[in-house]
Nanobody, 125 residues
Framework: QVQLVESGGGLVQAGGSLRLSCAASERTFSSYVMGWFRQAPGKEREFVATINWSGGSTYYADSVKGRFTISRDNAQKTVYLQMNSLKPEDTAVYYC??????????????????WGQGTQVTVSS
């Protein structure tokens, strides 16, 4: 069972950048499809991005396309989310997730079986 730990969240001004990291405990990390989700107060958890096993294929939510980049380093058992041109509406708790299945998974939380504890991202206007 994979354990995930996110880091890198914080407070940033609109237009700024942050890089989130998610470290996995599982030595078979490269066997998992990885994703990022986010949840703002009072809203449902929503899909942000996903990446396949090798890192060669990615998908993004329309709201972050062109601004966010997901990547992974299988040797380091880590997945990243580079967030540029941040907007106040990007404010949320960001969660890393792992899926043991096909690619791409459905862009919904139920398609992922393992989750991190989340990291807060706050974008001020």
């Amino acid at each position: 069972q994979v354990q995930l730990v996110e880091s890198g969240g914080g407070l940033v001004q609109a237009g700024g950048s942050l890089r989130l990291s998610c470290a996995a405990s599982e030595r078979t990390f490269s066997s998992y499809v990885m994703g990022w989700f986010r949840q703002a107060p009072g809203k449902e958890r929503e899909f942000v991005a996903t990446i396949n096993w090798s890192g060669g294929s990615t998908y993004y939510a329309d709201s972050v396309k062109g601004r966010f980049t997901i990547s992974r380093d299988n040797a380091q058992k880590t997945v990243y989310l580079q967030m540029n041109s941040l907007k106040p509406e990007d404010t949320a708790v960001y969660y890393c997730a792992a899926s043991w299945g096909t690619f791409p998974p459905e862009p919904r939380p139920g398609a992922y079986g393992y989750w991190g504890q989340g990291t807060q991202v706050t974008v001020s206007s």
